[in-house]
C-alpha cells in the first residue's frame, strides 16, 4: 500500500473509523484527482461516517447538505435575508440614496443567507468536507443543479455575479439506492460500495467504539449480529444498531449473552415487530449456537 | 507515468467495453490522469483505484473484477481476438406480421404450450368483452372521459417546489421586496407563490400479441384517450418487440390513429417476448423515467420468452419508477391465479396488480395513478 493511502488509514483510525485498504484508496484518489467520491451501500453501515471521520482527520469543517424530494436552490445554495433587507430600507428612508444604490446595498454579500453549497464554496481557510448526504432523495431537477455546481464549483448569483470556490472542498456523496442517479453524475464521481462489515471488522469496529466492553460479550455481539444479518428481514441491522446494542449491553453490565438478555434489548437492533417476532422464533438456537 | 502504462489502461478500457461495461472517454481520461498518483506495479492499488474510477454502480463491480483479473495476468498485452463479446444470440420466431394476429388472435400461440383461456370470454353481452368495434359511440366517449380524468388527477397533486403567481397565500418574498425599492422600501404591492403541480408522467406499455388481441383494441382506445388529454404521456406497444407509438396516436380520431399504427408495426413477429421487449424499453427509455413517472404494462403475462430476463428487466425499471402498475384482463376472471412463469417472475416488483377488462376496472384504477 502506498504511504498516502496508509496515512489516510491511520488518520482515519485516530478519529475511530475503521478503514479498509478499498475507501482509504478511493479517499486518496478522490484528493489527489479533485474527483467527488460517491458511497453507495445498505443503510446503517457507516456512508456518513466517512465524511465525518474525514472532516476530522483533515482537521477542517464539515458542511452537511440533507437532501430531501422538493430541495430546491433557495435551500441548498443560497436565499436572500428578507427581514434584514426590509430592516435595512426602512432605517435608509430618510437617506439620500437613489433606487439603485439602495437595490445594490441590499443585494450584496452582506444580506446572503448562505446555504451549504455556497457555504462550501465560500469557506475562507481551507477546503472543507462537503457531504451530500442521501442523494438518491432528492429530485432529479436538483441532481442536474447539483451536477453544474460539482463540475466546476463555481455559482452564479444573478444580483453579484459568479462566485467561484476559493479552495476546491472534498466532497462525499452518499446514496442508499433508493432510485438510480442519474448516469451524468454517476461518471463525475468516483464509485465506492460500502457493504455490512466482515465479522472480523464488525469486532474491530465495536471494541474501538464501545470502550470498555469485555472481549467475549463484543465477540457474541458481533456473532449474533452477523447471524442475524442472514436472516431475512424487512430492516436487517446496521452497524450503528450493532453499536447501540453493544453500549446498551454495557450500561447494564451485562458480562455476556444469554437468552433472557438477547430477549430483553433486542429492540436496540431490530426496529420492526415481524422483525422481532421472526428472531424470536431463533432465538433459542443463535443464543446456543453463539453462548457457551 | 510511462507510455506503455497510458496504453495498457487505454487497452483495458476498451476489454470493459467489450464486456458489457459502458466507460467514457472522460472516464479514460480519468484513469490516464490516476496514473500520475497511482502506483501501476502494486496490483491491489491500480484494481482498487482503477475500480473507483472505471465503475459507476455495484453491478458492475463482478465482470469489472473479471476483466481485471485476466486483462492483468496476460502482462499487459491482451490478446484482442480473444475478446467474447457478450451477446444473446435467442432465436427469432419468424416474422408474422400484427394484422396477422389482430385477425386469428387466440387460434395460434406460439412457444406456449396450452392453449389460452379468456375469462368473461362466455360473457359476451357485457361491454366489458365487446370488441371494440362494437362498442356504441356512448361507451367509446366514456374510456375517453376516464382517461381524461385520470390525466386531470395527474396533474392536480402539489409538488413541493414554488412557483410565482398574482395571487396565493403565501407571500413571494423576493419578488415583493424588488419591487418595494420602486416605493421607496414600503411593501405595496406583495407577489404571491404556489406550490407547483406535481408532474406525474405516465409511460404506459401496452401488449399487442396474438393472446392479448380481444383487450388490446379496447386497451388501446384507453392509451389513446390518455395520450390525448394534454398530459407527459408516452405509449409503447410491443409483441415480440417495442415501438414508441406516441406519435401515432396523436392523431384527431381513433380511427385514424389505429390506421397510423397498423401502417408502422406492420411485420412484426407472432409470440410475446415481454422480458425482452421491457429490455428494449428499459434501453431506449429508462433515462426518462423518475420517481414522479407511473409505468403502466398492459399485459396477460403470457411470455415465451426467460423469466429471468422479464423478472431483470422489472427490478431495473422498479428502482426508478415512482410506480409501477400491471394491468393483467385475465385477472378478471375468478378462476384466474397469476401462475405463469412470466408472470411470478413479475409479481415482486409489481406496486400495483390489477384487472382491465372491463370499464369498472379501469375506472378502479384512478386512485393510483396519483403519485
Redo the contacts between chains.
Sequence with gaps: ??EE?RQIQRLLEEQVYIAD??IA??L??SM??G?P?LV?GPAGVGKTEIAKALASALNTRLIRLQCY??L?ATTALYE?N?PK??LH??L??SSSAS?AE??AM?FSEAFLLKRPLLQAITEHDRAPVLLIDEIDRS???FEAFLLEVLSDFQVTIPEIGPIKATHRPHVVLTSN?S??L??AL??R?????IDYPTLEKELEIVRAKVPGIAETLSSQVAQVIQATRTMSLSKIPGVAETLDWANALVALQAPALNEEIVAETLGCFLKDESDIAAFKAELPRITTEYTD | MSDLEVESVVLFCRELRAHGLSVTPAEVVTAATALRVIDMTNRDETFLSLRSILTTSIDDFQIFEEVFKRFWNQSHSPNRTAIVRTQSNSPRQSPKGLAFFLEHWGSSFSGGAQPIKVPGASDTESAATKDFSEFSNEELKEISRLARRIVRRLARKPSRRWRPVKRGHRVNLRRSLRLSLKTGGELIDLTYKERRPKRTKLFVICDVSGSMDLYSRLLLQFVYGLQNSFAKVESFVFATSLARITGELKNKTYQRALDRLSANIRGWSGGTRIGASLSMFNDQWLRRIDKRTIVIILSDGWDTGEPEKLAASLAQLKRRAGRLIWLNPLLGSADYAPVTRGMQAALPFINVFAPAHDLASLRALEPHLVL
Design positions: 500500500m502506498r493511502v485498504a478499498a484508496t478511493a486518496y484518489l489527489a484527482l474527483k467520491l453507495e424530494e422538493g430546491d436572500w428578507y433587507q426590509l430600507l426602512k435608509e428612508e433606487e439602495k437595490e441590499i429530485d432529479e431537477e439506492r432510485r438510480d442519474s448516469d454517476r461518471r464521481c468516483l464509485y465506492h460500495w
